[in-house]
């Protein structure tokens, strides 16, 4: 009789082991924590892959644009992501390539420099000192025009003694062959009238009329653009009379791109 109570104690035993074993825990298993973590990690790697492999879309026209002007590349591609960059990486970014670039922007910088030296010698000659003036910044060369001496206040209409300015600054532009922009400034003294609302129309008016003029006397259209900045270029604060005055001007500037664009199609017939 022991022996079978005895018997009966060790098999309810054993199938109470049986349900502990296969009881399951309250909860995930503690594994899946860190299966979470690493996926978390892996995609935060592939997002950071996806942002160091892409370039915005107006970013990369304006590198584009560059590239083309200045290593004559034309197949590359419009997408900004990593076929683009590739291209570059393969095709555009070698040593010769490399050391082309630095030819062009020594080429560039040194005729900027060359047309600017010119523009001295001819205000020299031309006894203009006070009347024209010259300098160099990103743009390019620059040839600026005091408005005291080509326009009444508040006129676009030019005066003889403009007129005559113009004509000897078109021999001069001659000996360039490089697109020209017209600019026109005004100080921030306000105007409106019927003709001229704001210093905006003032402005745009005076590039137009020196382009015009220009025009007339011989110079290529197609190498000439207008912009008016009304009073919003100041070459100096508008706080006195003499420099209001500084700042009524026609700027002409020899773009820097239409020289560069001049020095890459002299290396490719180099080449």
């Known amino acids: 009789m022991a022996e079978k109570e005895a018997k009966k104690e060790k098999k309810k035993a054993e199938e109470e082991e049986d349900e502990e ?3 399951c825990p309250e909860g995930a298993p503690a594994w899946v924590m860190t299966f979470a973590d690493l996926v978390t990690l ?4 592939f997002i950071l892959l996806f942002a160091m492999g892409s370039i915005e879309e107006n970013k990369w026209k304006q590198i584009k644009s560059s590239l083309r002007d200045a290593l004559g590349q034309e197949n590359i591609p419009e997408q900004g992501i990593r076929e683009g960059l590739d291209v570059i990486k393969e095709k555009v970014l070698d040593e010769s390539t490399i050391h082309a670039v630095d030819e062009v922007g020594a080429m560039v910088a040194k005729e900027v420099e060359e047309i600017a030296s010119e523009v001295e010698e001819f205000v020299f000659k031309n006894k203009l000192a006070g009347q024209v003036d010259v300098s160099s910044d990103e743009r390019g060369a620059i040839i ?3 408005d005291t001496v080509l326009f009444p206040a508040g006129k676009s209409r030019m005066t003889r003694t403009g ?4 004509k000897q600054v078109f021999d ?4 360039f062959n490089y697109d020209v922009k017209i600019e026109g400034h005004t100080d921030n003294a306000p105007i409106k ?14 590039a137009a009329e020196v382009a015009r003029e220009l025009v007339e006397a011989g110079f290529p259209p197609t190498q000439l653009s207008i912009e008016g900045f009304a009073q919003y270029r100041p070459k100096v604060p508008n706080d006195s009379r003499q420099a209001r005055a500084t700042n009524r001007r026609i700027e002409i500037v020899y773009q820097r791109g239409s020289v560069r664009k001049h020095m890459v199609d002299i290396l490719r017939r180099n080449r």
């Open 42 to 45: 892996l995609m935060v790697f």
């Open 21 to 23: 074993e296969h009881e």
């Open 172 to 175: 001069l532009l001659q000996q």
């Open 193 to 206: 009238t019927e003709q001229f609302p704001s210093n905006w129309e003032l402005s745009a008016a005076r």
């Open 163 to 166: 007129n005559d300015i113009i």
């Open 144 to 146: 600026t025009l005091s």
